[in-house]
């Protein structure tokens, strides 16, 4: 299955300057192979999100490897960048023959502009609501410094104040997020917690264990 994949990577990297071409300046188009994903940017058009060919996947995409096989294509849903541009997103799977995802093509939108206009004109026509804030998502081509970000995100409490119920909510939340599924992640969080490698990869397992089996702490 792997020429497969890497065949159909292959096919579609002309597509990422097709699709960027044709809506412009706007647009960023993104090819990832999750199957390096500290690494997965494999071919990019535009310069919407500032990463580059090597890069690492986003949040986004952590939770879809998270979801394996399950995961399913995610259309026009607005994040904003730390940078603060909002972005409309769509993030189509990848899928050999027998249909297990190995990557995503992604098109990013950068539409600050025509939201700062529609708001202005809502606002002249005195109908304008305040839009729903968008959530953050991180966009690097460092895979740490995303894992960075959304384990701050999840860390609500100091570690030694939380009970054993809360720190397997954190790992298991962590989990669900596609956080270990990045090399050295375990090492990087246990770091970062102020535990060992070993305490990590115990509530880790403790964490899974508890989720397959329906259990509650």
């Known amino acids: 299955m792997e020429a497969e994949q890497d065949a159909i990577i292959a096919a579609l990297i002309s597509v990422v300057d097709g699709i960027a071409a044709t809506f412009g300046p706007v647009c960023e188009v993104v090819l990832h192979d999750y199957r390096r994903p500290e690494n997965s940017v494999v071919a990019i058009a535009g310069a919407v999100t500032g990463r580059h060919v090597g890069g690492a996947m986003s949040e986004i995409g952590m939770r879809m490897v998270a979801r394996g096989d399950e995961a399913a294509d995610e259309l026009n849903y607005v994040t904003r960048t730390e940078a603060g541009k909002l972005v409309k997103s769509s993030t189509m799977l990848l ?112 964490s899974r264990k508890q989720a397959n089996t329906g259990g509650h702490s």
Do not use: K
Not at 149 to 157: C, E, I, K, P, Y
Not at 176 to 195: C, D, H, K, N
């Open 95 to 206: 899928r050999d023959s027998s249909g297990a995802v190995f990557g995503a093509l992604c098109v990013n939108v950068d539409v600050t502009a025509a939201s700062e206009v529609h708001a202005l004109l809502g606002a002249l026509a005195g109908t304008g609501a305040a839009p729903e804030e968008a959530p953050v998502t991180t966009f690097g081509d460092d895979i740490d410094s995303v894992v960075d970000v959304m384990l701050d995100a999840h860390r609500h409490q100091s570690w030694a104040l939380l009970d054993r119920a809360g720190r397997l909510d954190l790992f298991r939340s962590l989990d669900e997020r596609g956080v270990f599924a990045v090399r050295r992640a375990i090492e990087q969080v246990a770091g970062r917690l102020g535990i060992s490698r070993a305490s990590a990869y115990s509530y880790l397992s403790q």
